[in-house]
């Protein structure tokens, strides 16, 4: 039951990011803002950066963390077939959603890319007294939430198995042995 709650939110918040985006690209002049509330403004930013870093393209990067996450989506299913006692346990829920939700950000972001050229950011929050923004957009948000809860899934497992280990009696295995 918590897969189809997790794939529902997850869909739930892909079309919230997608229809986000597409009202600033259709209501806001690219390169504009409307002041929503204190320093928070909604804006249409074309983030069209085209190399990141060692010089490999924005595309490259995303596809690369799509990988990763793949990986990091293994490991909670090796980790749900290996470990009996973890099954239906909130690590391996909570952290497969997470990585549900990135690789979602990363499809949506990758279709952008290609189709419109960059990502649109909407979402600013601006200090005029230091003359600094920041420029981001629901993604963004989601990117670094899920990031977290992926790192205190994967220690949450990892404390389970040990506990599993020693609650059945058994030792962790040593190298060498």
């Not at 690209?25 to 803002?33: F, K, M, N, P, Q």
């Not at 924005?58 to 990986?71: C, K, P, T």
């Not at 972001?109 to 200090?127: H, K, P, R, S």
Request: hydrophobic fraction near 60%.
């Amino acid at each position: 039951m918590a897969g189809k709650t997790c794939a529902v939110v997850v869909i739930i918040l892909a079309f919230l990011e997608i229809g986000l985006r597409w009202l600033a690209r259709a209501t806001i002049e690219l390169g504009s803002t409307v002041h929503l509330f204190g320093n928070v403004y909604l804006a249409n930013i074309k983030n069209t950066r085209e190399y990141m870093l060692f010089g490999w393209s924005s595309l490259s990067w995303l596809l690369i963390g799509a990988v990763l996450v793949l990986l990091f989506l293994a490991y909670f299913a090796l980790a749900y077939r290996a470990i009996p006692a973890l099954r239906g346990g909130v690590m391996l829920v909570v952290g497969s959603a997470a990585c549900y939700v990135l690789l979602a950000v990363a499809f949506i972001n990758i279709c952008e890319l290609l189709l419109q050229g960059g990502v649109t950011d909407y979402l600013a929050f601006v200090d005029l007294k230091l003359g600094k923004a920041r420029i981001i957009n629901l993604g963004d948000v989601a990117v670094t939430v899920s990031a977290a809860l992926i790192f205190f899934s994967m220690l949450g497992v990892v404390v389970g198995a040990i506990w599993h280990l020693v609650s059945l009696g058994t030792r962790a295995p040593v190298a060498g042995e």
